[in-house]
């Protein structure tokens, strides 16, 4: 019988689907319900070694702020010390670049996905994201034939602008990219994705690039000039529209609004509903409002994605989830949660603390003296990594912060220290000799895949 992988206990990987230079992407399923999704396990030493790290925190960023129906939906990310996990939305029907291929498509099904196109790409510019590297390959499609954008590994920020207000790295497909890209003055992303967007349509319709040429100069000197022949079956409304999308001045380039007003892209039209944000509720909303009848019986799963690069030096992405951590310390236990819970009232009465149940495996210590900004009140959670790790969390919900300090290094560290598997920040040593194509090589993999 085959065995099953299981990635922290909620995804089982199957088979391969594909591999890059930092990266391999898995089918996977979520235990629980059964769902198909897509695993990419990156490499963080390759990574951290090409100097690719702000690559990566930017892409996890940006696929966080891009959620909309036509924009491949990053479900969850995770790591041990060696790896990082995407878990991703899985797009059964492949890349678009597959069924162009196989030749031009009707002008219809042409207009169903450059619709869908520019709908992702005005969302993701409504949040100041630009993608640069638009091309059929980055276009998937679901089961029901509707279009998803993916690899938002290049994509950019506003922080990324310079004094200019322009961006300045040269990045994409050749064949694809704006010819203010390739002059190397600095661009606008944005007006360079619509460009990306106008060659996309033309491949639909034609079956073949606008630009190309054997010789890479040539094709270059073709898309500086916006170089171009529609073939003689385009229609007179969609030649007219690319003609406008092609243009090499990206300030006489038309904008999105523009093309949405255009009869041919309106044509059927639905603009689809991005979906919202998913806030996270506050602690206190939550103790208003939990009006459950069962306690629970086991603590709250901490991410483990955040657990490791909060315990690893040098890669803390925690500042990427919407659901920020207080300042505090942290510490993670090889001892059931319980256990732990008992220790930390144990030691609080023992400060002359006073101690009270928040909800399970939460408790609040308050400090039995006025402080310099009143009383000093203390959080303490436990969450569960996996079966045997628990990830223990204090944070300062009133008081002085020296205090509060004072109080973690000089009172809780000493007190805690025989249940302590190790402290936030104390060095943690990465498995230098790992084997690169390893997908199970440190202590954490070991205990967090089975």
């Given at each position: 019988?085959e065995?099953?992988?299981?990635?922290?206990?909620k995804?089982?990987?199957?088979r391969?689907?594909?591999?890059?230079t930092?990266?391999?992407?898995?089918?996977?399923k979520?235990?629980d319900?059964?769902?198909?999704v897509?695993?990419k396990?990156?490499?963080?030493?390759?990574?951290k070694?090409?100097?690719?790290m702000?690559?990566?925190?930017?892409e996890?960023s940006v696929?966080?702020?891009?959620?909309?129906?036509?924009?491949?939906?990053?479900?969850?990310?995770m790591?041990?010390?060696?790896?990082?996990?995407?878990?991703?939305?899985?797009?059964?029907?492949g890349?678009l670049f597959?069924?162009?291929?196989?030749?031009?498509?009707?002008?219809?099904?042409?207009?169903?996905?450059?619709q869908?196109?520019i709908?992702a790409?005005?969302?993701?510019?409504?949040?100041?994201?630009s993608?640069r590297?638009?091309k059929?390959?980055?276009?998937?499609?679901?089961?029901?034939?509707?279009?998803k954008?993916s690899?938002?590994?290049?994509?950019a920020?506003?922080?990324?602008?310079?004094?200019?207000?322009?961006?300045?790295?040269?990045?994409g497909t050749?064949?694809?990219?704006?010819?203010?890209?390739?002059?190397?003055?600095?661009?606008?992303?944005?007006?360079?994705?619509?460009?990306?967007?106008?060659?996309i349509?033309?491949?639909?319709?034609?079956?073949?690039l606008?630009?190309?040429?054997e010789?890479?100069m040539?094709?270059?000197?073709?898309?500086?000039?916006?170089?171009f022949?529609?073939?003689p079956?385009f229609?007179s409304?969609?030649?007219r529209?690319?003609?406008k999308?092609?243009v090499?001045?990206p300030?006489r380039?038309?904008?999105?609004?523009?093309?949405?007003?255009v009869s041919?892209?309106r044509?059927?039209?639905?603009?689809?509903?991005?979906?919202?944000?998913?806030e996270p509720?506050p602690?206190?909303?939550?103790?208003?409002?939990?009006?459950?009848?069962?306690l629970?019986?086991?603590?709250?799963?901490?991410?483990?994605?955040?657990?490791?690069?909060?315990?690893?030096?040098?890669?803390?992405?925690?500042?990427?989830f919407?659901?920020?951590?207080?300042?505090?310390?942290?510490?993670?236990?090889?001892?059931?949660?319980?256990?732990?819970?008992?220790?930390?009232?144990?030691?609080g009465r023992?400060?002359?603390?006073?101690?009270?149940?928040?909800?399970d495996?939460?408790i609040?210590?308050?400090?039995?003296s006025?402080?310099?900004?009143?009383?000093?009140?203390?959080?303490?959670?436990v969450?569960?990594v996996?079966?045997e790790v628990?990830?223990v969390?204090?944070s300062k919900?009133?008081?002085?912060?020296l205090?509060y300090?004072?109080f973690?290094?000089?009172?809780?560290?000493?007190?805690?220290?025989?249940?302590?598997?190790?402290?936030?920040?104390?060095?943690?040593v990465?498995?230098a000799?790992?084997?690169?194509?390893?997908?199970?090589?440190s202590?954490?993999?070991?205990?967090?895949?089975?």
């Amino acid at each position: 019988m085959e065995e099953r992988h299981v990635l922290f206990g909620k995804y089982e990987i199957g088979r391969l689907l594909g591999k890059g230079t930092f990266a391999k992407v898995y089918y996977g399923k979520v235990v629980d319900s059964g769902e198909g999704v897509a695993i990419k396990v990156i490499n963080k030493d390759q990574v951290k070694k090409e100097g690719m790290m702000e690559q990566i925190k930017r892409e996890i960023s940006v696929m966080r702020m891009v959620r909309h129906p036509n924009i491949v939906e990053l479900k969850e990310v995770m790591a041990t010390k060696s790896k990082i996990f995407f878990v991703m939305e899985y797009v059964r029907g492949g890349e678009l670049f597959a069924k162009v291929a196989r030749g031009k498509l009707k002008e219809d099904l042409a207009r169903r996905y450059f619709q869908q196109l520019i709908s992702a790409v005005d969302f993701c510019h409504s949040r100041g994201v630009s993608h640069r590297d638009l091309k059929p390959e980055n276009l998937l499609l679901d089961e029901n034939g509707n279009l998803k954008i993916s690899d938002f590994g290049l994509s950019a920020l506003p922080e990324q602008l310079r004094n200019d207000g322009l961006l300045h790295t040269q990045c994409g497909t050749p064949a694809y990219v704006a010819p203010e890209v390739l002059r190397k003055k600095g661009y606008d992303g944005s007006k360079a994705d619509i460009w990306s967007c106008g060659v996309i349509l033309f491949v639909l319709l034609a079956g073949f690039l606008p630009f190309q040429d054997e010789n890479i100069m040539k094709m270059y000197r073709k898309v500086f000039k916006a170089e171009f022949e529609c073939p003689p079956w385009f229609s007179s409304e969609a030649r007219r529209l690319i003609s406008k999308l092609l243009v090499a001045d990206p300030d006489r380039r038309i904008t999105i609004p523009a093309i949405m007003r255009v009869s041919w892209f309106r044509k059927d039209f639905t603009r689809p509903v991005a979906f919202s944000a998913q806030e996270p509720v506050p602690d206190n909303k939550l103790e208003e409002n939990d009006d459950s009848k069962s306690l629970s019986s086991s603590p709250k799963f901490f991410n483990a994605f955040e657990f490791i690069s909060s315990m690893s030096s040098g890669f803390d992405l925690s500042n990427l989830f919407e659901s920020k951590r207080k300042a505090g310390s942290m510490f993670t236990s090889r001892f059931s949660a319980t256990a732990i819970m008992t220790k930390i009232e144990a030691v609080g009465r023992g400060l002359s603390y006073k101690v009270s149940k928040v909800k399970d495996f939460k408790i609040r210590l308050q400090g039995p003296s006025e402080g310099r900004k009143g009383r000093l009140s203390v959080t303490a959670e436990v969450f569960e990594v996996a079966p045997e790790v628990a990830v223990v969390q204090f944070s300062k919900s009133a008081g002085d912060t020296l205090e509060y300090a004072k109080f973690c290094d000089e009172d809780v560290r000493p007190a805690l220290k025989d249940i302590v598997w190790t402290w936030q920040g104390d060095n943690l040593v990465d498995n230098a000799n790992a084997a690169p194509d390893a997908e199970v090589n440190s202590e954490e993999d070991k205990f967090l895949i089975k």
